[in-house]
T-cell receptor, first 115, second 115 residues
Framework: DQQVKQNSPSLSVQEGRISILNCDYT??????FLWYKKYPAEGPTFLIS?????DKNEDGRFTVFLNKSAKHLSLHIVPSQPGDSAVYFC??????????????FGKGTKLSVKP | DSGVTQTPKHLITATGQRVTLRCSPR?????VYWYQQSLDQGLQFLIQ???????AKGNILERFSAQQFPDLHSELNLSSLELGDSALYFC??????????????FGPGTRLTVL
């Protein structure tokens, strides 16, 4: 049973436009949601996160929106750049008594930004 | 560079064999996590260690085991290897407590191929 789902395996966007990557989850007990970016032959790198008590977090060109009632989050990249082309993983985390739990990942969305 | 190192980068072996993957966490990080990424799958959590002790277990097979040593490096042992064990194995580390973003820092991964 997949607790974190990324239903779009791929997304193609023109340079300069907005990229919107979506993620759905099933467990209402998750405390944090994170986005990771992965280039081929490298490990995932952290991009941005959001606490379950917030509905928006922004960092430069990246904004994550959380809709708890819909159990849905999205990552917006504006403007998209060719260097953003990578696989993006949505991940969720539940902390236990102040100590960090493990990440539960979606299967990823491959973003291609065309010049 | 995340500061997490993994060796070896590539490993090719035969079915039935045993291998050991090694991970050195970021300086100061007490928690180490192991993840497996198979073809077309997201990263699956295997096991977590904190300061030498097992903290959480995910979908780890009985043929797999791990440990964290006093210097905080960790090893993942995979035995009686099967073709289906071919995957990318990632190690991640975190401070465990006091992290603002709850992020985990990933190593570059070890690609295991079982022939």
């Amino acid at each position: 049973d997949q607790q974190v789902k990324q239903n779009s395996p791929s997304l193609s966007v023109q340079e300069g436009r907005i990229s919107i990557l979506n993620c759905d989850y099933t467990n209402s007990m998750f405390d944090y949601f994170l986005w990771y970016k992965k280039y081929p032959a490298e490990g995932p790198t952290f991009l941005i996160s959001i606490s379950s008590i917030k509905d928006k977090n922004e960092d430069g060109r990246f904004t994550v929106f959380l809709n708890k009632s819909a159990k849905h989050l999205s990552l917006h990249i504006v403007p998209s750049q060719p260097g953003d082309s990578a696989v993006y993983f949505c991940a969720a985390l539940r902390n236990y008594g102040g100590s960090q739990g493990n990440l539960i990942f979606g299967k990823g969305t491959k973003l291609s930004v065309k010049p | 560079d995340s500061g997490v190192t993994q060796t070896p980068k590539h490993l090719i072996t035969a079915t039935g064999q045993r291998v050991t993957l090694r991970c050195s966490p970021r300086s100061g990080d007490l928690s180490v996590y192991w993840y497996q990424q198979s073809l077309d799958q997201g990263l699956q959590f295997l096991i977590q260690y904190y300061n030498g002790e097992e903290r959480a277990k995910g979908n780890i097979l009985e043929r797999f085991s791990a440990q964290q040593f006093p210097d905080l490096h960790s090893e993942l042992n995979l035995s009686s290897l099967e073709l289906g064990d071919s995957a990318l194995y990632f190690c991640a580390s975190s401070e465990q407590t006091g992290t603002t973003n709850n992020e985990q820092f990933f190593g570059p991964g070890t690609r295991l191929t079982v022939l």
